[in-house]
């Protein structure tokens, strides 16, 4: 069984137990499949969404991860319905946390990626979405969540190390652009070097 509290020295503490976060509103989507190794799970990468583009607190990103987004309810969504992607986590602009896909199945965020010369990033990452758009400000409350996600995360899978938590757009350059120029990486990195 596997449980992972973090120790009691750490203050944002999340739990995982049996690869799903405790503290997260599970969803259930089948845009997932098996990993080639569940032992391998050695980055996480983050990324943002929002449905329609540049609006939030909508319930598209739920439907669009669970296979269920209307074509009718949005003109954009005419091109991207059929779509089948799915992310483990999404952090909403309230702090909220929602998971698709247990941390031990392989989610289909990446696409076509590579990470220091190794392809198929799906096969050995862990991808979490922020709702938000390239240059939107990010929330301080997304901030706390991922703050408190990536420890967990690092914790669990100790293969994550602070080098191996990138943006959508460093494993798919010139194809991906995301978490974007709103990401405050300086922040949320000082902040892991905090907890």
């Not at 596997?2 to 049996?18: D, G, H, K, M, V």
């Not at 247990?102 to 990626?113: C, I, Q, T, V, Y």
């Amino acid at each position: 069984m596997l449980s992972s509290p973090l120790p009691n020295e750490f203050p944002y503490a999340f739990t995982i137990n049996q690869h799903e976060l405790l503290d997260a509103r599970q969803v259930t989507t089948t845009h997932k499949d098996q990993r080639p190794d569940p032992r391998d799970i050695s980055l996480l990468v983050i990324h943002n969404i929002s449905l329609p583009p540049n609006q939030f607190d909508m319930p598209y990103i739920e439907d669009f991860f669970a296979g269920k987004l209307d074509p009718k309810a949005h003109p954009y969504f005419q091109v991207i319905h059929e779509m089948r992607v799915s992310a483990h986590c999404v952090i909403k602009r309230d702090g909220e946390l929602i998971q698709f896909v247990p941390f031990d199945e392989r989610a289909w965020h990446a696409g076509l990626s590579s990470f220091q010369g190794r392809q198929r990033c799906n096969d050995y990452a862990i991808g979490v979405e922020l709702e938000g758009a390239d240059h939107i400000p990010y929330t301080n409350q997304q901030y706390t969540a991922l703050l408190k996600l990536s420890q967990i995360l690092m914790h669990t899978y100790p293969k994550i190390t602070l080098g191996r938590i990138v943006g959508h757009n460093d494993i798919a350059p010139g194809r991906k652009t995301d978490p974007g120029v709103a990401f405050d990486w300086q922040r949320f990195r000082q902040g892991l070097g905090l907890l």
